[in-house]
């Protein structure tokens, strides 16, 4: 018998959090075609910034590569939710591939953004991450040096745009509503005349976490965000949650990235998830959090969510088929390798 007790704590489980609609939708796609085609199904580059996520799928039959040049002819290829370029779609037509493209429905609303600017003779500045997949396909939708970009805001003192009366900007959408807003404050102020979206290019859902972390970000001693590192609204929630007066704030893949001698002293920890975060990982890491304290959980609901998209025509007719994948089971537990 443990004479020890174990010391109390009480998780703040945060939400809305994971899966947003336009994850579940790129993931419906793969495991459609899956069903259609059978394996293998080519996906180009992740299908969203999530491992555990990425290696499910590969287990299931899913190939991810690179570039098109490694999808051989006659087997599907599906595009990932990120969004890519027209260059790209040129390619897929050219090689004559069976392309789906999974690309996010709000991330298409800044591509046609992008092109309706040029379209009315403005140029377009994207306010981004130069690396991100995001970034890079919607500037791909003119050619290349057409749209600026600035990361922030000492950017904007060195664009040279071509007619800074005739200008608009756009942003990714995975980034931190703050953060964006001081960048688009000095667009508007040095080119006054700049057409600004009309309506927020930033998600719902990456909105929505956000701001469930700033709502409790001061009450906690520590903040646990569950996303690949290669996740940019898993970090952004890191970063908001700093910014938010909370002084240990973490990005995790699973239980394996806590470093549990930390939490020595602490009594409230806050539990959320990325975007492309399934709520699987939630599941192991409050089971991680319950092995080693006397837990209570606390629901701290800013809001619900109900978006849902549509599935492409190609893979629509097998939405009803049961293609549900292990990684959205429950009763699935992944290994340390599955989120390696």
Request: charge should be neutral.
């Amino acid at each position: 018998m443990n004479q020890f007790p174990r010391p109390r704590l009480k998780l703040h489980l945060l939400a809305p959090r994971g899966f947003c609609a336009g994850v579940e939708r790129a993931i419906k796609i793969v495991e459609n075609a899956l069903v259609k085609w059978g394996p293998p199904v080519y996906v180009r580059h992740e299908i969203v910034h999530n491992q555990y996520v990425v290696n499910a799928l590969r287990e299931k039959g899913a190939v991810f590569v690179d570039e098109l040049d490694e999808c051989p002819s006659g087997r599907p290829v599906v595009l990932s939710a990120h969004g890519v370029s027209k260059q790209v779609h040129a390619e897929a037509r050219k090689r004559k591939l069976q392309v789906i493209d999974a690309v996010c429905p709000l991330v298409t609303k800044v591509h046609m953004e992008v092109r309706r600017n040029d379209g009315q003779g403005l140029q377009t500045v994207m306010i981004g991450h130069a690396d991100h997949p995001e970034t890079v396909g919607t500037r791909g939708q003119l050619p290349a040096g057409e749209v600026l970009l600035v990361e922030q805001v000492a950017d904007v003192e060195q664009l040279e745009p071509a007619e800074p009366n005739y200008m608009a900007f756009v942003t990714q959408t995975t980034l931190s509503v703050d953060d964006t807003a001081q960048v688009a404050d000095a667009l508007m102020k040095r080119f006054p005349s700049i057409k600004r979206p009309h309506k927020s290019d930033i998600c719902y859902a990456t909105t929505n976490r956000q701001e469930a972390v700033k709502c409790v970000a001061s009450t906690l001693d520590a903040l646990f965000v569950i996303g690949s590192s290669n996740s940019s609204n898993s970090r952004r929630l890191v970063e908001v949650g700093t910014a938010s007066g909370c002084g240990y704030c973490r990005l995790i893949d699973s239980p394996d990235g806590i470093c549990w001698e930390d939490l020595e002293g602490m009594h409230n920890v806050g539990l959320t998830a990325g975007a492309s975060a399934p709520e699987i990982l939630v599941d192991c890491v409050r089971e991680a959090f319950a092995e080693r304290f006397e837990l209570t959980t606390v629901l701290a609901e800013l809001g619900k969510e109900s978006v849902v998209f549509n599935l492409p025509r190609e893979v629509r007719s097998v939405h009803s088929r049961k293609s549900n994948p292990e990684l959205l089971s429950k009763a699935s537990r992944p290994s340390a390798e599955a989120v390696r």
